[in-house]
Nanobody
């Protein structure tokens, strides 16, 4: 499985972006997909998790970010609204089949939020 994350960019505080994580090589329908971010000088942080049954978010993005999937496009999205400067980071997607420990990472896409 190969993942390609894209959709990052420069946006003003209060704005929005939608990140995409497109999978190829295999369908990820029903797989667990997680979004992470890493700000300069900081550790990678789990932002959101999407399974076939639920979604979970880190407290700092609850109510602002939404993750969803389009099975027909084999793509997972991260809709980010009300962006804040502290959301500035490289954003990554990761997936694994439920019950498997093998993980697949996409490359990062940079989100920069200006104040």
């Amino acid at each position: 499985v190969q993942l390609q994350a894209f959709g990052g960019g420069l946006v003003q505080a209060g704005g929005f972006l939608r990140l995409s994580c497109a999978a190829s090589g295999s369908s990820i329908n029903g797989w667990i997909v997680a979004w992470y971010r890493q700000a300069p000088g900081k550790q990678r942080e789990l932002v959101a998790v999407l399974t076939s049954e639920r979604t979970d978010y880190v407290d700092s993005v609850k109510g602002r970010f939404t993750t969803s999937r389009d099975n027909a496009k084999n793509t997972v999205y991260l809709q980010m609204n009300s962006l804040r400067p502290e959301d500035t980071a490289d954003y990554f997607c990761k997936t694994r089949r439920f019950g498997s420990s093998r993980q697949y990472w996409g490359q990062g896409t940079l989100v920069t939020v200006s104040s």
